[in-house]
């Protein structure tokens, strides 16, 4: 794809709503000002709908590329699809949109998936589907991160409320935990999660769903991909220029955890 028809993909992408300031909760929970990013620890970003699981070895400027380009499409694809019953055209949108913005797809699955096991949480099922890509023992490593990430948002109101700024009444909770980490090449490498499930079992809504039921089916959305930084590194520029303001407002970079 020559990059006149990625700049031109990138100018018209649908613009993005946002809050003039972070809420009260925002603020207090997560000050604009944390402290300055350990790259030897993991950490996590927080998003409407979405947390990217950044392992030891991310350095903060990959993790500014990552969550611009997962927002700017998810507002797009949202905007162009925003029907539960649209799953499938909401996911091929966002996904060949991320290829657009340099990011190279290795592997991708979308169906419908049943997992026969009780007491299942968001993270639990992120594993389950990550393990269909990558293998067992790698997914593991990866859901360690996620787990921490899904307690810290928990516990901080800021954080639930930027995450679940899209909720809508009804059954289907739609939701992606991202595993990020950086391969032998310094290229950030992704499995991108884009599940819907039924949530009806929890009142306080995906964060706080835990299955009661014998098995539980959802509709997944898998990938596994690799940002080309080459590529990327030529349309940053516009996408940051054109996206300032949001991304102040809704992406916030949890504390690295322990």
Same mark, same amino acid.
């Given at each position: ?20 300031t ?21 950490t ?11 392992l030891?070895g ?9 969550? =611009? @380009? ?38 991708r699955?979308l169906?419908d ?12 099922v992120?594993?389950?589907?990550a393990? $269909?890509?990558? $293998? ?18 928990q ?21 992606? =935990?991202?595993?990020?980490? =950086?391969?032998t ?5 992704? =499995?991108?999660? @884009?599940?819907?499930l ?23 959305g ?37």
């Open positions: 794809m020559l990059l006149e028809e990625r700049l031109e993909f990138i100018d018209s992408l649908e613009p993005m709503p946002i809050a003039r972070r809420s009260a909760f925002q603020t207090q929970q997560f000050p604009t000002q944390n402290p300055p990013h350990d790259t030897n620890k993991s996590a970003s927080i998003m409407p709908d979405t947390m990217d699981a950044f030891p991310v350095p903060k400027n990959i993790i500014h590329d990552v969550n =611009i @380009c997962k927002l700017v499409m998810q507002n797009d694809a949202t905007k162009k699809f925003p029907k539960d019953e649209q799953l499938f055209e909401w996911y091929k949108h966002y996904v060949d949109g991320l290829t657009k913005l340099g990011w190279v797809i290795q592997n699955d169906r998936v049943t997992i026969r096991k009780t007491g299942l949480t968001m993270d639990q992120a594993l389950e589907i393990t $269909g890509l990558i $293998g067992p023992s790698a997914a593991i490593v990866l859901a360690n991160v996620a787990q921490k990430a899904v307690a810290a948002v516990n901080n109101p800021g954080a639930i409320q930027l995450f679940e700024r899209n909720k809508t009444l009804g059954a289907q909770a739609k939701f992606d =935990i991202a595993p990020v980490w =950086i391969d090449s310094g290229q950030p490498n992704m =499995i991108l999660n @884009c599940i819907s039924d949530a009806r079992e929890s009142t306080r809504g995906i964060l706080f769903w835990k299955s009661t039921k014998q098995s539980t089916t959802i509709k997944s898998a990938v596994r991909t690799y940002l080309d930084n080459k590529v990327f590194s030529r349309l940053s520029e516009t996408l940051y220029d054109k996206y300032t303001e949001a991304r102040k407002n809704l992406i916030i970079d949890l504390p690295d955890f322990e």
